[in-house]
């Protein structure tokens, strides 16, 4: 499997291929609003805004698997995210990010890219920077704000510095 093969479904159930994001770079990140992380929406928001036309994709997986810090509906979490922190990214349906039932993207991600507890996601807004022509660039650990991994953004878009 490769993650141009893999997709998610959005907050509406439509599919999200993630071929439609070859020859960009996605940023693909576990979300949730109620985390003392949460503020990181609006940097990942300032990341797309940048960078969205320049053949960055950022995509929001929420997930509900730390704290039940995820209490939003597939319904509210867009509406929620665009209303407290300007999100107009993509975010998806809510996912689970470890265990049995780990979305394909993440465990994909997960096992091209272990970090410091292996494979298992830590905690919220875990990121990885996936290149553009699908392979997996990099982990970033949840404390990881977002305009730290704007230079490894540049470099595989191959943008000055």
């Given at each position: 499997m490769k993650f141009h093969e893999l997709e998610a479904k959005a907050p509406?159930?439509?599919?999200?291929?993630?071929?439609?994001?070859?020859?960009?770079?996605?940023?693909?990140?576990?979300?949730?609003?109620?985390?003392?992380?949460?503020?990181?929406?609006?940097?990942?928001?300032?990341?797309?805004q940048e960078y969205k036309d320049k053949g960055l994709v950022v995509i929001g997986f929420p997930s509900n698997q730390f704290m039940n810090q995820e209490p939003e509906t597939n319904d509210t979490v867009e509406e929620t995210c665009r209303v407290n922190h300007g999100v107009t990214f993509q975010l998806t349906a809510k996912v689970n990010v470890n265990g049995?039932?780990?979305?394909?993207?993440?465990?994909?991600?997960?096992?091209?890219?272990?970090?410091?507890?292996?494979?298992?996601?830590?905690?919220?807004f875990t990121k990885f920077l996936?290149?553009?022509?699908?392979?997996?660039?990099?982990?970033?650990?949840?404390t990881t704000k977002p305009d730290a991994i704007e230079s490894d953004i540049?470099?595989?878009l191959k943008l000055p510095a």
């Open positions: 509406n159930g439509e599919p999200i291929k993630m071929s439609d994001f070859e020859g960009k770079a996605v940023l693909v990140v576990n979300t949730a609003t109620k985390c003392g992380l949460a503020p990181q929406f609006d940097g990942l928001e300032k990341l797309h049995a039932s780990t979305h394909p993207v993440f465990a994909y991600l997960k096992d091209e890219l272990g970090g410091f507890l292996g494979s298992k996601i830590k905690w919220n996936v290149r553009p022509n699908g392979k997996p660039y990099k982990r970033y650990a949840p540049k470099r595989i």
